[in-house]
């Protein structure tokens, strides 16, 4: 399916207006009951594993089983789940484990990214629904990869991003569709931050509390450095998608949703990228850029990206992390991630236009309610694996860009860049032997 067309692909399984809107399809024949509780096991618990099981649960799910290769992040955790739903989860190291027991339903993976595609695909083909954390993978293939699971072996697939089911957001997109702002000829997001430095520690032996062998699984195989742990592995390119798919990938899909809203899910990605990144601050090991300015071009508008990872403000608004939609008579600027977020307009005569303001902390926990909902209704979920797989597939783009550092030509139709060999080598990824993926 890499090379099928997305508009013959959204055709296939029944039109892009209805996996945009969240519409029906016919992923199962099996439908649980409205009272019926839904059972998930938990794939990697350091962070935001931890978090999406505690809101999880908070809707009404069972977490049954909890996966983590570190000893240490199982005992750690664990207690927060036990005191969260009332019963200790069972525990193990091995998330085949999970996906052999015919109780659990789906399965939350929050796994470092390099384990992403490989568990998510083996989930796939032992009957799970998923909710898979952003980004969904380290390369385009691999997504491709992903997606055609889901829908091989009809499941439910939910990626970890959480604007697709905030009131807000959704407002926003609606907003943007009336029209009112003029022709859209700019959209713009970014993200700023401070990043600490991490120093430049040595090498050492890994903690006695994990398999570090088998916490690199497809990586390359390298000595334990405590940088390329826990937290600090999203800095490393053998793991992670650089700060572009991580806090990133939010404001990516945000600003993708309003494209998908205006020009339709089969015309959402660009021909063409170009940009500059850099590590202009701290001297430390970090690999990936902490300054990177990227412009996605598309045929009647441009698409741009910043990140700062030395400052938390972006002058002149002083908002550390948006998305804007730049009309003819007016703009749309949306503030903030998840529920914290707002957005307003300004017309053209610098006048205000509506606006709204952050959703209160109770309505966190929405989006994995939707994941929920939609393995008892075999609905397809607001941030299904294909729109998902496209923002993953724009912070990609970004990626080979800086890596090649140097302008690409892109195809949408068949996600390649036509005769430029050295940025199609890279549309795949190595996987070390014996972790690479099955085949769909």
């Known amino acids: 399916m890499a090379n099928e067309s997305r508009r013959s692909f959204m055709q296939r399984i029944g039109g892009a207006s209805a996996l945009a809107a969240g519409g029906f399809l016919n992923l199962n024949p099996r439908a649980m009951g409205a009272n019926e509780k839904v059972v998930l096991g938990l794939i990697g618990g350091h962070n935001q594993g931890r978090n999406d099981a505690l809101l999880a649960i908070g809707r009404g799910a069972e977490i049954k089983t909890f996966c983590d290769l570190d000893q240490d992040v199982l005992d750690k955790i664990n207690p927060l789940l036990e005191k969260a739903q009332g019963k200790a989860p069972g525990t193990t190291k091995r998330f085949q484990d999970l996906l052999d027991d015919k109780d659990i339903d789906g399965v939350i993976i929050a796994t470092p990214d390099h384990w992403h595609a490989r568990i998510a695909i083996m989930a796939c083909q032992a009957g799970k629904d998923i909710y898979l954390e952003k980004p969904i993978t380290q390369c385009i293939h691999d997504s491709q990869m992903v997606r055609d699971a889901v829908r091989k072996y009809k499941r439910i697939g ?181 529920h914290s977020a707002s957005w307003s307009v300004t017309w053209k005569d610098g006048s205000a236009g509506p606006s709204t303001q952050p959703e209160p902390r109770s309505e966190d926990g929405r989006h994995e309610e939707n994941f929920i909902q939609c393995i008892k209704s075999r609905q397809t979920p607001n941030a299904d694996i294909e729109l998902g797989r496209l923002s993953t597939t724009m912070c990609h783009l970004g990626n080979i860009v800086t890596h090649l550092k140097r302008e690409v030509t892109f195809d949408p139709r068949t996600e390649t860049f036509g005769h430029d060999k050295e940025a199609n080598a890279l549309l795949t990824r190595k996987h070390r032997e014996p972790y690479g993926l099955p085949k769909v």
């Open 158 to 338: 939910q990626t970890g991003t959480q604007a697709r089911s905030c009131h807000n957001f959704q407002s926003a997109i609606e907003f943007l569709k009336t029209g009112k702002l003029g022709k859209i000829c700019e959209v713009t997001n970014w993200v700023c931050q401070v990043r600490p430095t991490i120093g430049n520690p040595p090498d050492c032996e890994a903690p006695a509390t994990v398999d570090y062998d088998q916490w690199l699984g497809p990586a390359p195989k390298r000595p334990f450095n405590p940088n390329r742990f826990h937290y600090n592995w999203r800095f490393f390119w053998d793991y992670c998608n650089s700060e572009l798919a991580n806090k990133g990938v939010h404001m990516i899909d945000a600003a993708l949703w309003g494209i998908q809203a205006l020009k339709g899910v089969e015309n959402c990605l660009p021909t063409r990228v170009s940009g500059n990144s850099g590590i202009f601050w701290l001297d430390d090991a970090k690999e990936v850029p902490d300054t990177q300015v990227l412009t996605y071009q598309y045929p009647d508008f441009l698409f741009t990206w910043e990140l700062r990872s030395f400052a938390r403000h972006r002058p002149p608004d002083h908002f550390n992390e948006g998305v804007g939609f730049i009309g003819t008579e007016g703009s749309l600027m949306s503030h903030g991630e998840g």
